[in-house]
């Protein structure tokens, strides 16, 4: 009955924005950390961030994004959002929302729920 249906996946060019929403049912939006990862064809599904369920918790993000990527999330709409910049083609996969009651899981075996996942493809 939980579902994290991501949408907002597209084709961009290099430099470019993409903005993804992850709207979560049949849970306890406020209970829960919300993660981002995204897997690239042939690799590991990779850590991209999270956000606590604590009331002014602040994201925390892998290296590889810091700066470039951020997340937030808006209660009253049980969404969570990827906002991403300055894109780069290594950046092409599909992007994964996920959901977990621990406090900052930063590994895909720590999350209870998944999303379907929304490719997100820069070209060069």
């Known amino acids: 009955q939980v579902q994290l249906v991501e949408s907002g996946g597209g084709l961009v060019q290099a430099g470019g924005s993409l903005r993804l929403s992850c709207v979560a049912s049949g849970l306890t939006f406020s209970s829960y950390t919300m993660g981002w990862f995204r897997q690239a064809p042939g690799k590991e599904r990779e850590f991209v961030g999270c956000?606590?369920?604590?009331?002014?918790?602040?994201?925390l993000y892998a290296n590889s994004v810091k700066g470039r990527f951020t997340i937030s999330r808006d209660s009253a709409k049980n969404t969570v959002y990827l906002e991403m910049n300055s894109l780069k083609p290594e950046d092409t996969a599909v992007y994964y929302c996920?959901?977990?009651?621990?406090?900052?899981?930063?590994?895909?075996?720590?999350?209870?729920?998944w999303g379907q996942g929304t490719q997100v493809t820069v070209s060069s």
């Open positions: 996920a959901a977990d009651r621990n406090s900052w899981p930063t590994r895909e075996r720590e999350y209870t729920y």
């Open positions: 956000i606590s369920w604590w009331s002014g918790s602040l994201p």
